[in-house]
């Protein structure tokens, strides 16, 4: 098992949410969660929500409005509620890491979401 561990997708009707989580394998005090990036079938990966340390949360204009990152440092985990789905946000969604100790940074396995029209 990885430093990253995506969790939650799972197939939605167009118009429904979904929410996903990443769960860090250590604390915050040593794994920092960025965010999320997405691939799409036959896409290259992409940033979806992003929020680096100290600085505001970013989303891609494609998801504005529909989907919120938040996180629980108790568990260091970071969820994605993703309200109003779209067919094309079908994708596989992974989250990055950064290590606060060294230069390492971490991806977990992904975790696919369809979205049915």
């Known amino acids: 098992q990885g430093e990253l561990v995506e969790s939650g997708g799972g197939l939605v009707q167009s118009g429904g949410s979904l929410r996903i989580s990443c769960a860090a394998s250590?604390?915050?005090?040593?794994?920092?969660?960025n965010g999320w990036w997405r691939q799409r079938p036959g896409k290259q990966r992409e940033l979806v929500a992003v929020?680096?340390?100290?600085?505001?949360?970013v989303y891609a204009d494609s998801v504005k409005g529909r989907f919120t990152i938040s996180r629980d440092n108790a568990k260091n985990t970071m969820y994605l509620q993703m309200n109003n789905l779209r067919p094309d946000d079908t994708a596989v969604y992974f989250c990055?890491?950064?290590?606060?100790?060294?230069?390492?940074?971490?991806w977990g396995q992904g975790t696919q979401v369809t979205v049915s029209s």
């Open positions: 250590r604390s915050v005090f040593s794994i920092y969660i």
């Open positions: 929020t680096r340390r100290g600085q505001n949360t």
């Open positions: 990055n890491a950064d290590s606060l100790r060294n230069r390492d940074s971490y």
